[in-house]
């Protein structure tokens, strides 16, 4: 397995309350991604980051912010969670943009 | 707007019956196709990467295809053990860096 951690894996939240989600990469590759996984939707892109300091949103970012301040952590943060984030979230890895991305265990968020 | 749907939703095999699986997509010019394994409750684990029409990949009984307009993913002889919901994926050259545009997947259950 490719060394990606994600903390914490599961989640209980309740609306309003500030919540943030770390990976953990030990394979020193540049590119990370955040994506939701949410039955009906299949995965989205929320925001990744090609190296640090640099990051850009995907295809779902409206609510959530990253931060990359190491290359080996790529925290997602949810400001004010909202019930419509309830979702099983997945960080990935990969080399280069259009190499194959390899993904974390998962978080499964609940945001009540 | 960049598409990939996988079809069908959903299939039922016998130990040992051969099928396929079908990924087609729509995008303005491919950069990568990939095939992922998901099981309940992990992240997705990467199977195969086709970058340009008529390359083949395999692995054990798993054979991914590929042309100009979709993938396919064959299965011989499926084994329990396969199954799985397995998700194909496709990075554009027109799309945001490394940006994988997932389908819905399909759920494979083999029965002994």
């Known amino acids: 397995d490719a060394g990606i951690t994600q903390s914490p894996r599961h989640k209980v939240t309740e609306t309003g309350t500030p919540v943030t989600l770390r990976c953990h990469q030990t394979e020193n590759h540049r590119y990370m991604y955040w994506y939701r996984q949410d039955p009906g939707h299949g995965l989205r892109l929320i925001h990744y980051?090609?190296?640090?300091?640099?990051?850009d949103k995907g295809e779902v970012s409206d609510g959530y912010s990253v931060s990359r301040s190491k290359t080996e952590d790529f925290l997602l943060t949810l400001e004010s969670a909202t019930s419509s984030q309830t979702s099983v979230y997945f960080c990935?890895?990969?080399?280069?943009?259009?190499?194959?991305?390899?993904f974390g265990p998962g978080t499964r968020l609940t945001v009540t | 707007e960049d598409q990939v749907t996988q079809s069908p939703e959903a299939l039922r095999l016998q130990e040992g019956e051969s099928s396929s699986l079908n990924c087609s997509y729509t995008?303005?010019?491919?950069?990568?196709l990939f095939w992922y394994r998901q099981d309940p409750g992990k992240g997705p684990e990467f199977l195969f990467t086709l970058y340009s029409a008529g390359e083949e990949k395999e692995k054990e009984r798993l054979k991914a295809t590929l042309t100009k307009k979709e993938s396919f993913l064959h299965i011989t002889a499926p084994k329990p053990e396969d199954s799985a919901t397995y998700l194909c994926a496709v990075v554009d050259y027109g799309g945001s860096q490394g940006n994988l545009i997932f389908g819905k997947g399909t759920k494979l259950s083999v029965k002994p």
């Open positions: 995008v303005s010019g491919l950069r990568g």
């Open positions: 980051s090609y190296g640090v300091k640099d990051t």
């Open positions: 990935a890895i990969s080399w280069t943009d259009h190499y194959e991305q390899y």
